[in-house]
């Protein structure tokens, strides 16, 4: 039977490309990969290129291991003298070298790294049904018959150029759009229930790469998203909320608010409507872009030295932002603050505290709900947790020591040369972990070679 998708990928990454491809096949989206589907007594170079020539799409699973692959380059060259489209899943901070850029350039990168990769399987399977919709279109149909010889192409494009115009006007519906082709580049301004009985200033910022910026004044679940816009010139992604009319429908890809859909109608004098589950039927109007969007969450975290500094004061800034977003009585629970490292192990400084992870957990007495906070964060900077149990353990303290001093003290009993990860938090009763006792108000420190330790936050 033909496979719609061929997964190409490095041996290192056959964990996650079996991953993404039970994912497609949970969604009858079935694939071909090696060496699963290479029939017995079939050259190892023959199957690979009957299963590109069948297929519909090619999935690359990008990480540093595909990037010095011979193996993966070969058959992403196969895939485009067979005008396959590239699916391409990066599942490592890792850049294209020149070879892989030839082919990579033009496709639209999916991001699949920042947190491990069952949390982007749905969006991928989205991302790759919306690709194979538009394969299956009669534009697609038209290009694959196209002569592929320079001399026929000349021909071809001498003698049908009118014809190609009117099927390209009519028929041609992108998707994953580039920057010239994408409609809701610029700035969007609306008001939104804010779910308290009033409305929020909401501002909307679509770049040229598609990549999309929701202020922290929008309501939830919008507040200071940051992701990248998958559109679509039909009903493709929310055909519920698509009316006649509308000029589409969008997503976020790798992420965004959980399962946020919606259709989009672009007005006659350059006004923009959504419509989604969340707040229904939203008018927004155009404004300038000339300033750079500022957020609350700006001075949180002064400087991303590591280990992190001021952490006394990044949970008195957070607990206020916190209760101005979400509940007046909000109280920190714990913060956790770890660095963040590629697969060579060394900083990365491209993650938006510049290579540290930063998250806080808050509750709310009144509503018994759970709140984690991550300020940046690529795709939502609050995430709610609903009702939650504290077991007891209390609130952090308006002040306690400071996570550098809290280092410092272990220097003499430390072998490794720096932390990896810092949690402080109430332990409450006394709590077990590895060969650590914790007791109230305490920092559990973990090193880069595996040693834990546990510091009084404190003093009595």
């Not at 429908?249 to 259709?263: C, N």
Request: proline residues 7%; neutral net charge; glycine residues 8%.
């Amino acid at each position: 039977m033909t496979k719609r998708i061929f997964v190409s990928y490095s041996s290192p990454d056959a964990a996650k490309a079996n991953l993404i491809r039970e994912a497609l096949e949970d969604h009858d989206i079935s694939c071909w990969i090696a060496p699963r589907d290479l029939s017995a007594g079939t050259q190892w170079g023959a199957g690979i290129v009957q299963a590109i020539q069948a297929c519909e799409a090619v999935v690359v699973v990008f990480s540093d291991a595909a990037n010095r692959s011979p193996q993966v380059a070969r058959e992403m060259e196969l895939a485009v003298s067979n005008r396959k489209p590239l699916i391409p899943i990066r599942v490592a901070d890792a850049m294209p070298t020149d070879d892989m850029q030839y082919f990579l350039g033009v496709s639209h990168w999916f991001n699949a790294y920042a947190m491990p990769i069952e949390a982007y399987l749905p969006d991928i399977v989205t991302a790759v049904r919306n690709v194979l919709a538009r394969e299956n279109s009669p534009w697609a149909s038209v290009t694959r018959r196209m002569p592929r010889t320079r001399t026929g192409q000349i021909a071809w494009s001498v003698a049908g150029a009118a014809l190609i115009a009117v099927v390209v006007a009519l028929l041609m519906r992108p998707s994953l759009p580039g920057p010239e082709k994408n409609p809701l580049v610029g700035r969007w301004e609306a008001k939104i229930p804010d779910g308290k009985g009033g409305s929020a200033d909401c501002i909307l910022d679509v770049n040229a790469s598609s990549q999309v910026v929701y202020t922290d004044t929008c309501p939830q679940p919008l507040t200071g998203a940051r992701q990248t816009l998958m559109l679509i010139k039909d009903n493709t992604l929310a055909p519920s909320l698509f009316k006649p009319g509308d000029s589409g429908t969008f997503s976020f890809i790798g992420g965004g608010p959980a399962g946020y859909v919606a259709a989009y109608k672009l007005g006659f004098f350059g006004g923009l409507t959504t419509r989604d589950n969340p707040f229904g039927e939203v008018s927004w109007s155009k404004v300038s872009s000339d300033q750079p969007l500022k957020s609350g969450m700006d001075n949180i975290v002064a400087s991303p030295a590591w280990p992190l500094g001021d952490m006394p004061g990044i949970a008195r800034r957070s607990r206020d932002y916190v209760r101005a977003k979400w509940q007046a009585d909000a109280q920190l629970m714990s913060m956790d603050v770890k660095l963040l490292t590629n697969e060579g192990g060394t900083a990365n400084v491209q993650t938006p505290q510049g290579g540290v992870s930063l998250s806080m957990r808050f509750y709310s007495p009144s509503t018994q709900q759970g709140m984690d906070f991550t300020p940046n964060s690529t795709i939502s900077a609050l995430y709610p947790l609903g009702v939650i149990d504290t077991y007891g353990d209390g609130p952090l303290p308006d002040d306690f020591l400071d996570l550098p001093q809290a280092v410092a003290s272990l220097q003499a009993n430390m072998r490794a040369k720096q932390i990896h990860e810092a949690q402080i938090q109430d332990w409450g009763r006394e709590t077990t972990a590895g060969n650590a006792r914790m007791h109230g108000v305490e920092w559990m420190i973990d090193s880069q070679l595996g040693e834990r330790f546990v510091v009084p936050a404190v003093t009595k």
